[in-house]
């Protein structure tokens, strides 16, 4: 017996993110191992259609700003990614800097200020951006990180059901790349919010047959390996996990499959 699997990552980087994509074949033997074989390209696809991103963006890695753009009065999301950064490049843009907030590199909000070690500059800026953040918006640093989640997810599932055309997968799998600092109860939540933002992401794109709870999400310690390297390895048929190649964000460390240390929520 045998399913297609898609396998999406996400490395989730202060300042940027990226993305890869592909598809597999599992299937099982007479001794009830998984095998997975490449569907199509050998290589995972790296995310390079990001709204508001031009050929210049795109060339090496496509690394998509993790900045965002919010209206004062409405609370709404106006601009992210690319298209906020065009946003601050506007000499004249349609919103005034007085009438949005902007928001830059959320991944260092979500750590409790009040539970730092020491009371930097850098620790009384969060505190104060996440204060500003809860009487402006009236929403919390999470709630923005899922945000931008949710838009990511989306665009990389809609961009996954054109790459394949006739796409129907049986299953699909999230992995999540972020600081090996953070808390258990902070993985536990970025699980909770990429489970929320892939099923919303498969409904809107027509693909919510496709099996995914979150036990098919996995958060992986950015010194454990990179998002490319775990869906190469993850296309492998057999069970070792070989990661000797690194991103910009990301130490280099080769471990067994059988004992992959990521945590599964």
């Known amino acids: 017996m045998s399913h297609v699997t898609l396998l999406t990552a996400f490395d989730l ?3 940027t993110t990226t993305a890869h994509f592909t598809c597999v074949r599992d299937m099982h033997d007479a001794t009830g191992n998984v095998h997975r074989q490449p569907l199509n390209s050998r290589s995972p696809i790296e995310m390079k259609s ?6 210049g963006d795109t060339i090496g890695k496509a690394c998509l700003p993790t900045d965002l753009i919010y209206d004062r009065v409405t609370g709404n999301l106006l601009f992210w990614g690319f298209e906020a950064q065009r946003y601050l490049d506007d000499p004249d843009p349609e919103f005034t800097l007085d009438r949005v907030l902007v928001v830059q590199h959320i991944k260092l909000l979500l750590n409790d200020p009040d539970k730092a070690k020491s009371n930097s500059p850098a620790i ?3 505190r104060k951006l996440r204060e500003e953040i809860l009487r402006v918006l009236g929403k919390t640093p999470f709630d923005l990180f899922e945000d931008f989640i949710n838009v990511i997810v989306n665009e990389v599932i809609k961009t996954t059901k054109r790459y394949y055309q006739t796409f129907s997968p049986d299953q699909v799998e999230l992995v999540l ?5 953070w808390s258990d109860s902070i993985h536990r939540q970025v699980a909770a ?3 929320g933002a892939m099923k919303k992401a498969l409904a809107t794109n027509q693909l919510q047959r496709a099996t995914f709870e979150i036990e098919n999400v996995y958060t992986v310690s950015e010194t454990l390996c990179g998002v490319k390297e775990w869906l190469a390895a993850e296309m492998d048929d057999d069970e070792s996990l070989d990661l000797v190649q690194s991103t910009a964000n990301i130490e280099e460390l080769s471990v067994s499959y059988g004992r992959r240390v990521v945590r599964i929520c």
């Open 13 to 15: 980087g202060t300042a």
């Open 193 to 195: 919010i990429g489970t």
């Open 177 to 181: 790349a972020f600081p090996s600092g």
């Open 124 to 126: 009384q800026r969060y």
């Open 50 to 55: 990001w709204p508001g991103g031009n050929r």
